[in-house]
């Protein structure tokens, strides 16, 4: 899989709800790290996709994320299903070309972070990897109600030929040299410490 590049890149968060964000293996990481994602999108210009699954049962995505989101520069889609899969929802499809305009699906390098790792998020990355879209999966924005989910499902996606990465990687990637002007404003949060929990 070749590195990110900014100006293919599309940024897709999955199902931060908040009356499920809170119950995953690891959440505040999950959370810490979708924070920091949008915050790279932003600095590399990046669109957001933003999914909510059912949110009239489960309820809107977490609030402060929901917050970071709404006041973002870059290109942002918010985008309710009720399939699993984002990719069973037209809204999605319609949003990832929207973000992207004229540039085809194997031209695309998707960034998934999301819960739940087992469900929606291992359905969407299978449903873009069969489209031929690049996908690289930031294991620590993932989870599910388990450890053990978790890790088989992004064992799956891997072998389905996503590419395991972490955020701070997508940030590097998406900077490519020291002197991108975004670059000060990515070191200065990097250097704030790892996400835990």
């Not at 900014?6 to 908040?18: F, K």
Request: aromatic share 6%; hydrophobic share 45%; with cysteine.
């Amino acid at each position: 899989m070749p590195l990110l590049d900014a100006n293919r890149s599309i940024l897709v968060l999955i199902d931060l709800q908040g009356k499920l964000v809170h119950q995953v293996y690891r959440s505040t990481m999950v959370l810490e790290v979708a924070h920091r994602l949008l915050t790279f999108a932003d600095l590399f210009a990046v669109p957001v996709v933003l999914t909510e699954q059912y949110p009239k049962g489960i309820g809107p995505t977490e609030a402060g994320l929901r917050e970071r989101f709404d006041a973002l520069a870059c290109p942002t889609f918010l985008v309710p299903k009720t399939a699993f899969s984002c990719c069973g929802d037209a809204g999605f499809l319609e949003a990832l070309d929207r973000a992207r305009p004229g540039l085809a699906p194997g031209q695309r390098q998707i960034v998934v972070a999301g819960i739940e790792a087992h469900v929606c998020v291992v359905q969407t990355v299978l449903q873009l990897r069969e489209a031929g879209s690049q996908v690289q999966v930031c294991w620590d924005g993932v989870s599910g109600r388990g450890a053990e989910y978790r890790q088989h499902a992004l064992e799956r996606m891997a072998a389905a030929g996503a590419t395991l990465t972490n955020h701070e990687s997508v940030a590097f990637e998406w900077a490519r040299h020291k002197d991108h002007p975004g670059f000060k404003a990515l070191s200065a949060l990097l250097k704030e410490g790892q996400p835990q929990g």
